[in-house]
Every structure is written in structure tokens, then in C-alpha cells.
């Protein structure tokens, strides 16, 4: 049974840092991507960050130069640095690995709370 599990979030006050960590556990075939995914209040989810099995990484450009993904394919763990963040940063943010090839998959963590107030 493959379970996702968050850490870190919480509350910062605009332009600080949090961090974020994800771990997979009961992963059998290899994630093919690892990444981040928020959901502010009546927003739809929108990706954040996510980087692939080859290192490679995609922003949304709301992030870029501000966040930072890391991954460590041996231990299933990804990571989100955030610095200078902004409230418009405040969201659930949720953990999502996939795999593209057979046998495809597709999970995601319960979710944690970054908010982002002065």
C-alpha cells in the first residue's frame, strides 16, 4: 500500500521560509515524477513544482527564483524550499507522485498548511 507522508508547513510571515518534505513508503515500480501541487481556498489545484526521474524540474512561473524542489529517487523523498514568500503563497499543499509507464499510477498526501500572514 503506497502512503504518502508530509511534513513542514505552517504559519511565516511575508518574504520568510518554509520548507516541505514528502515521503513515499510501499513504492514497487520506480516514481517516474515527484512534486508539489496547491490548492488555495476556492482555487482550483494547480501544480507548483515537480521534477522527473532525470533531475529535471518545472515551475509554475508564479514560483520561479523563489522555490526550490529537490528529490532523492533512493529514498522516495521530494522536498519544496520557499523562500520569500508571499501571501498569495497561502495553500494546502499536496504531495503527488506518478508514474507514467505500466503499471501507470497516481497518488497523492493528505495535504499541509502553508500560510503566509503578517
Known amino acids: 500500500q503506497v502512503q504518502l507522508v508530509e511534513s513542514g508547513g505552517g504559519l511565516v510571515q511575508p518574504g520568510g521560509s518554509l520548507s516541505v518534505s514528502c515521503a513515499a513508503s510501499g513504492i514497487i515500480f520506480s516514481i517516474s515524477e515527484m512534486g508539489w501541487y496547491r490548492q488555495a481556498p476556492g482555487k482550483q489545484r494547480e501544480l507548483v513544482a515537480v521534477v522527473n526521474s532525470g533531475g529535471n524540474t518545472n515551475y509554475a512561473d508564479s514560483v520561479k527564483g523563489r522555490f526550490t524542489i529537490s528529490r532523492d529517487t533512493a529514498k522516495n523523498t521530494v522536498d519544496l524550499q520557499m523562500n520569500k514568500l508571499k501571501p498569495e503563497d497561502t495553500a494546502v499543499y499536496y504531495c503527488?507522485?506518478?508514474?507514467?509507464?505500466?503499471?501507470?499510477?497516481?497518488?497523492w498526501g493528505q495535504g499541509t498548511q502553508v500560510t503566509v500572514s503578517s
Open positions: 503527488n507522485v506518478k508514474r507514467g509507464g505500466f503499471p501507470r499510477y497516481n497518488y
